[in-house]
Structure formats: structure tokens, C-alpha cells
Nanobody, 124 residues
Framework: QVQLVESGGGLVQAGGSLRVSCSAS????????MGWFRQAPGKEREFVAT???????RYADSVKGRFTISRDNGKSTMWLQMNSLKPEDTAVYFC??????????????????WGQGTQVTVSS
């Protein structure tokens, strides 16, 4: 079992920055593939970014160049640094984990563990 807790969401103006965190417990963090997804009202959950156990990353085209995913295995924590935020980035952001973590995982159906989500709101 893996327990995930997101934090750091909030309200920010367009063009601003925000960092959301995901703390994990229950399984050796360094072995997990981790991901960020988001879901806006009335829309399906969509992939944002992923990082595997080796530190390889992949991003959705909509956030490439603006968002950065990172992890600290010693702290069992993953972050999503979001810069140049746009109103269309407004959503509930979820972190997800999967074992084994030796590859990046883009498909949400391949993740076995999810956090409860944190709201990010970007005002125009």
C-alpha cells in the first residue's frame, strides 16, 4: 500500500507560480513511478507530468516548458513547480504512484495509488 498526500495548492494570478507537493508513505518511495494529473470541472482527468524511479520525466504538451516535476527519494516527496500559470491550468491536481517504477507512466489507468487532490486556481 502507498498513501499519498498533496499540499500546496491555492489561488494565484495568471503569470504567477505555484509549487504543489506530494508526500508518500507505505512503500519504498525510490522504487515508485510518480505522476501528476489534473481534473477541471466537467472535464476528464488529464495527464500533466510523470517521473520514474531513475528520474526520467515526461510532460503533457500543454505544460512543457512551464512545469517541472521533481522528486527527493530521501524525503519521499515529489513536487510540481508550475510557472507562467494560465487560467486554463485551473483544476484539482492529483498525485499518483505505481510500482514498479522503472518507466514513465502516462496512462492514469496504470497507476494504482492516488492522493486526494489539491485545488489550484489561476485567476485572469
Amino acid at each position: 500500500q502507498v498513501q499519498l498526500v498533496e499540499s500546496g495548492g491555492g489561488l494565484v494570478q495568471a503569470g504567477g507560480s505555484l509549487r504543489v507537493s506530494c508526500s508518500a508513505s507505505g512503500r519504498t518511495f525510490k522504487l515508485l513511478a510518480m505522476g501528476w494529473f489534473r481534473q477541471a470541472p466537467g472535464k476528464e482527468r488529464e495527464f500533466v507530468a510523470t517521473i520514474d524511479s531513475s528520474g526520467n520525466t515526461r510532460y503533457a504538451d500543454s505544460v512543457k516548458g512551464r512545469f517541472t516535476i521533481s522528486r527527493d527519494n530521501g524525503k519521499s516527496t515529489m513536487w510540481l513547480q508550475m510557472n507562467s500559470l494560465k487560467p486554463e491550468d485551473t483544476a484539482v491536481y492529483f498525485c499518483a504512484a505505481q510500482f514498479p517504477g522503472d518507466t514513465v507512466v502516462v496512462n492514469p489507468d496504470e497507476y494504482g495509488y492516488w492522493g486526494q487532490g489539491t485545488q489550484v486556481t489561476v485567476s485572469s
